[in-house]
Nanobody, 123 residues
Framework: QVQLVESGGGLVQAGGSLRLSCASS?????MGWFRQAPGKEREFVAA???????????RYADSVKGRFTISRDNDKNTVYLQMNSLKPEDTAVYYC????????????????WGQGTQVTVAS
């Protein structure tokens, strides 16, 4: 069993930045971020999958591409989400997820979930 703990959420003005962190109790092939806004379904945000010690592959939702950056520190088993140029529509609970090498944008393809951290972007 893998435990995930998110941190870094909070209140920020539109155009500002936040950096989310997710600490894992163990290393997995894939780590990613999803978000869920009030009244909406949970949606994919970004993911990174281990390839080798030379690097990892990354993927982003079109809505955040160019604004958000996912990265990981393998020595600390921690994944980060740097969020820049934040918009009010980015307001949501952000969830960290972990899974195997084939984890993708489908929620059911991931094995473990964190408790979520609230991100609120004000106009």
């Amino acid at each position: 069993q893998v435990q995930l703990v998110e941190s870094g959420g909070g209140l920020v003005q539109a155009g500002g930045s936040l950096r989310l962190s997710c600490a894992s109790s163990g290393r997995t092939f894939s780590m990613g971020w999803f978000r869920q806004a009030p009244g909406k379904e949970r949606e994919f945000v970004a993911a990174t999958t281990w390839i080798s010690w030379s690097g990892s592959s990354t993927r982003y939702a079109d809505s955040v591409k160019g604004r958000f950056t996912i990265s990981r520190d393998n020595d600390k088993n921690t994944v980060y989400l740097q969020m820049n140029s934040l918009k009010p529509e980015d307001t949501a609970v952000y969830y960290c997820a972990a899974g195997g090498p084939y984890a993708n944008g489908n929620i059911n393809s991931w094995d473990y979930w964190g408790q979520g951290t609230q991100v609120t972007v004000a106009s």
